[in-house]
């Protein structure tokens, strides 16, 4: 017999069928046994009648909490069942695997008049033991939630002709300016030079539009070797980026991505939406999604500055008056609430400085691009790119790059479009999406003092 998911078994009501999950809850009577198992889409009860089945008594024996166990049985609809209304009345049962007691306390568990209230396991002790943290309901909401997230990225992208390329991670020089880098050697007795991690396509994607693609996405790993311990840095992590050619200016970058972000949340919010927000919501978090309008509001740094000095009293250094401050980024969320009932927030004008080197700058210096902030954080770094080989090759030697980026800057010798993107992390808009911190909203965290599991 073929095993069904257990969100269809209200659909075999008087039909013998097989499933097969983790028991998430099991209460062993005198006479009647009650197991809950739990799949993937769903759970159901298994209700055992155990004087029909004095052979069962050292299978059911074995089961524990989180065992995995496969039930063969009828399905009975029953309005005396809490749990969907439904159950069923094996005829078989098989325990696969047995769980250990549990090393971790994954869910808070009340006190009651015989046992003391259990803690809810810390973060690092949960992600020691990861795969059995993620067994729990809100956890496999939030990769279903993202799952659905990046689908609409890529789908966006697909509808409008774009291209799916994969770059390679193993680079020959750093691909940004301001991260640090993970260097590596790579085969020394080649005498090859040494090789990074990649902290984005960005190279790569822009080779992409010099070899005419014109439209490309990705989805895929990032590395930067940056030594902070914040809720929204890791070492790892996932990047959706986008670069386009043909553009007119960084607002058509601009634009672009916020018709992306908006059909995104809008498709998460059709089929997630409610049971987010019942389930991640807290007295200090609205899990609601909100679908943002466009166009997303603009606001020039210098101009952000100053209004943030007027309205919060918060003054910013001279000499850093050229990028946005942690502090401002979060403040930047109420200030946009208060004047536009708005959750994002688009700043432009950042010092030549601040910005990569491969930003186009306008006459007066001023690169072609901007940073996208959401709910007062940080998640994209977008611009027009510099695609004239003088002018690039000047701004890198600017920087101190030029014989580093000498192969990336053959790109653009033999012509090259004038083209623009960015990139999304999709860890932090998962973080953001559910207001958690970035540990709980990875599959599995990589930090400066985290490398396994």
Known sequence: MDRIQIKDVKNYAGQEVLVKGFAENWRDGKSMAF????DITGKVQVTIEK?????????????????????????????????NGVEIIP??????SIAAPLPIAREYIPATKKKAAVEKSSIDQRIDYRWIDLRTDANQLMFKAQTALVRALRDFALDRDFIEVHTPKLIGAASESGADVFRLDYFPSYNLPNAYLAQSPQFYKQMAMASGFERYFEVGPVFRAEKSFTSKHATEFTCFDIEFSYIESFEDVMKFEEELLTNALKKVKEQYGEQIKETFSTEEFNAEIIVPTTPFPRVKLADLYDALEK????TVPEEEKGDLTTEAEHLSYEWVKKHYNHEFLFITDY????????????????????????????????AQREHRYEVLKKQADEKGLGNDVQFYLEFFKYGCPPHGGFGI????????????????????????ARLTP
């Open 425 to 448: 992390g999709v860890d932090r808009l998962t973080m953001l999406l559910l207001g958690l911190p970035i540990k709980e909203a990875m599959f599995l965290f990589r930090g400066p």
């Open 91 to 96: 005829t078989s049962i098989k325990v696969d």
């Open 35 to 38: 197991l809950v198992l739990k």
């Open 51 to 83: 004087e029909l089945h004095p052979d069962w008594a050292d299978e059911l024996a074995k089961i524990t909490l989180d065992s995995v166990v496969f039930v063969t049985g009828t399905v009975q609809l029953s309005d005396f069942v809490k749990l």
């Open 351 to 382: 010092s030549a400085e601040k910005r990569a080197f491969y930003h186009m700058r306008d006459e007066n210096g001023v690169p072609q691009g901007y940073d996208l902030i959401w709910r007062g954080v940080e998640i994209t770094t977008g």
């Open 311 to 314: 309205e919060y009293g918060y």
